[in-house]
């Protein structure tokens, strides 16, 4: 049985995604392959998909792309995002208040 990894990166995980890809594993099978190991921390299961798909149309790098905005505009994805969110409310409101 596999050892749980209590610390892991991103890059890791895809490197590993890339090595099953090359073994010839489906996205859904190296999904399951990585959870014993990964944990809660593992990559999702379109992650890996979309990485599988990145590594048969030719790619080779694991790094992110370079110059890709970070937030795409939806919404916020983090609990700072929704802490700015509401301090920014909070200020508004107070302000409108003042007026």
């Not at 929704?82 to 107070?94: D, H, K, L, P, Y």
Request: proline share 5%; aromatic share 10%.
């Amino acid at each position: 049985m596999a050892a749980p990894l209590n610390t892991c990166t991103t890059i890791e995980q895809r490197s590993f995604v890339r090595f099953l890809w090359a073994k010839g594993m489906a996205a859904k099978d190296s999904h399951k392959e990585m959870l014993p190991m990964y944990g809660e921390h593992s990559l999702s299961r379109q992650a890996v998909h979309n990485w599988v798909q990145k590594f048969s149309e030719g790619r080779t790098n694991i790094e992110d792309d370079v110059g890709r905005p970070i937030y795409s505009g939806g919404p916020p994805s983090c609990n700072w995002c929704s802490v700015f969110t509401v301090m920014r409310i909070t200020i508004i409101a107070r302000h409108n208040k003042t007026r």
